[in-house]
Every structure is written in structure tokens, then in C-alpha cells.
């Protein structure tokens, strides 16, 4: 997991967009209080541009229990 702060200098982009990514659901986040935790493996697909915008996070990827 990484924060949104290095998620968005991996991104070049702004902690407030990245946490908008995870909230659509672009990115596997988690939230920890008011701080969003990125899941890197999502982060990476992202930045890579690896999946098509229908694969969906699995249960595991998304912190569910």
C-alpha cells in the first residue's frame, strides 16, 4: 500500500485526484481514517495502462475481507 502522496508523484498529479481515482474505483484503495491507502499493484496497472477499464478489482485487491 502507498499513500496518496507518493501514488500521485508516481502519477504526476494531485493527492486530491488520486483519491478521486479510488473513489471511482480506477485505482484499489482503502481508507484509513481520512487518509486513502493505494493498493500498488492498481497503482502500477494504472500508470502502465495494463487491463481494460472493465476489469474490476478482485475481493483480495480491494481490502475486502
Known sequence: ???TGEAARA???TR?????LARDGRLVGM???R???INAD???RLRHGV???DDRPTDHERGDR
Open 51 to 53: 487491463g481494460d477499464a
Open 35 to 37: 487518509t486513502w491507502l
Open 16 to 20: 486530491q485526484w488520486v483519491a478521486q
Open 31 to 33: 481508507r484509513a481514517g
Open 1 to 3: 500500500m502507498v499513500t
Open 42 to 44: 492498481s497503482l502500477d
Open 11 to 13: 502519477l504526476g498529479c
